[in-house]
């Protein structure tokens, strides 16, 4: 059983407590945390675990986890200090913190201070009689609001200075704090940085506002269908009135269009954005299967029935199929397959654009004129099978194209004599059922080195706006001068 420091503090009879000082310190990594224990286990404690004079821990938890895990007896001082100001002295003006750590460390701290200040705040005490002082109404309750509003502002700017960040940095991990526990615990850990946190905060407010309201929810159609898992498992969904293409949004930018007659997968990518909109609350009446793959018969209308627009962005005629799944994974039936295939093939005025990570079943199975088949490259291991399959696909009236989003390493071709173009992307963060997943950015010398046999091979390249313009970009050089 991993022991947490509550379970050691309560082994420890001088210890009364832990403060909130001693919890807002980032924790060391596992490498130097194994390291410690190492070195406290040869050479002993060498600097006392601080205590405050009522005997709650300040300074030197880790320390004290060392000499739990080594059975060695740990020495202890109590101090009259501030304990911010030890943990401050101690830890975050000593380690080689992020803006982010030293952020949310100053955040924590405003915040202690300012639960504080509220307790305290218009409570006067005579004898044994409270007399609370509530702020005059009308026009006084607004001058009141605003210095309350100064106070606030004062408190962001001196936690900030005391731990050498910018006021809007201290607002903006006050924010993650209180909106999202899973994003603060990642910027503290020096896991991701501050300015990814907020811009996930509010991606997840946005997508709060997109949630319709019980006025705007429409009465439950009548009329339900049933929707079939790879395991067999039925459930029923309400029928809407008519099945059509989904718009996409800049995510897709090659595309127009998604549509998803099967959804669902079983690769277990942990960055994957399908299963994040599968699993939220939001589309549950959608997806009640989550994201197990599951077949949407009454899906397969929708080519026949969107209307194609009449214009000259070729974008506006092509289908993303299976967005939120892999169509040609193992674990999805031959028929369900073969469905999708004919619902294609029965209006051929769209262009059909597939990926998987497992091709070889492309060549198992008719073409669809004009498609295009994909295969998904994230790193070097995948290069091998993903090109044997494509070379089996000879027919020139198709596409075919291979995807590097996200792409994880660098990626070296063997050969790309077949292939028609090449798309990479980066990985952009997901809130999975078991916490936060990072966005994550190649290396700007990975894209160049992949454009540049692209370049050799003459074959065309489309580098996704979320290398550049949009978050999380590339790593880019920055190198210093010989």
């Not at 050498?164 to 006050?174: L, M």
């Amino acid at each position: 059983m991993v022991e947490t420091l509550n379970d050691i503090v309560s082994f420890y009879p001088e210890i009364t407590g832990i403060h909130p000082a001693c919890v807002a310190v980032p924790e060391i990594s596992t490498e130097d945390m194994t390291g410690l224990c190492e070195s406290v286990a040869s050479k002993g404690l060498q600097d006392e675990i601080v205590l405050t004079k009522e005997g709650l821990l300040v300074d030197g938890r880790n320390r004290l986890v060392a000499c739990y895990r080594g059975q060695i007896e740990p020495r202890f001082k109590r101090s009259s200090v501030d304990p911010w100001q030890i943990a401050e002295d101690k830890n975050i003006n000593r380690r080689h913190l992020t803006t982010g750590q030293k952020s949310m460390f100053g955040a924590k701290k405003k915040e202690f201070f300012n639960a504080e200040a509220k307790e305290r705040q218009g409570v006067t005490q005579f004898g044994s009689t409270v007399v609370v002082t509530l702020p005059p109404p009308d026009e006084t309750s607004k001058l009141w609001a605003a210095d309350q509003a100064r106070q606030a502002g004062k408190s962001r700017d001196k936690a900030a200075a005391s731990v050498g960040v910018s006021g809007s940095s201290i607002d903006k991990a006050v924010k993650i704090l209180a909106e999202a526990p899973d994003i603060a615990a990642a910027v503290s850990s020096g896991g991701i940085t501050l300015e990814a946190g907020y811009t996930e905060v509010k991606k997840r407010e946005a997508e709060k506002k997109t949630l319709p309201t019980e006025s705007s929810i429409p009465e439950p159609s009548i009329e339900m269908t049933n929707i079939v898992t790879a395991a067999g498992v039925v459930s029923q969904i309400a029928l809407p009135k008519k099945t059509v293409f989904n718009k996409t949004t800049d995510a897709v930018d090659w595309a127009r269009w998604t549509w998803n007659p099967v959804t669902g997968c079983e690769h277990g990518c942990t960055f994957c954005y399908a299963r994040e909109i599968a699993n939220s609350k939001r589309m549950s009446a959608v997806y009640p299967n989550g994201f197990e793959p599951t077949f949407h018969e009454y899906r397969l209308d929708a080519p026949k029935n969107t209307n194609k627009p009449d214009t000259d962005d070729s974008r506006d005629g092509r289908v993303f199929v299976c967005s939120m799944a892999d169509l040609f994974g193992k674990w999805v039936p031959d028929n369900w397959v073969k469905a999708v295939f004919d619902s294609c093939l029965k209006s051929p005025e769209w262009e059909y654009l597939f990926l998987t990570k497992w091709p070889a079943r492309y060549s198992q199975m008719p073409l669809i004129p004009a498609a295009w088949y994909g295969a998904s490259v994230i790193k070097q291991s995948d290069v091998k099978r993903i090109e044997s399959a494509m070379q089996k696909i000879t027919d020139d009236s198709v596409t075919r194209w291979v995807s590097l989003e996200p792409m994880l390493e660098p990626i070296k071709f063997n050969d790309l004599s077949w292939c028609d173009l090449v798309v990479i992307g980066s990985q952009t963060s997901t809130t999975q059922s078991d916490g936060y997943v990072a966005e994550f950015a190649p290396e700007f010398d990975w894209v160049v080195d992949v454009v540049n046999q692209c370049r050799a091979a003459g074959v065309p390249y489309y580098l996704k706006a979320n290398l550049g313009m949009d978050r999380p970009g590339m790593n880019l050089p920055k190198s210093n001068p010989r």
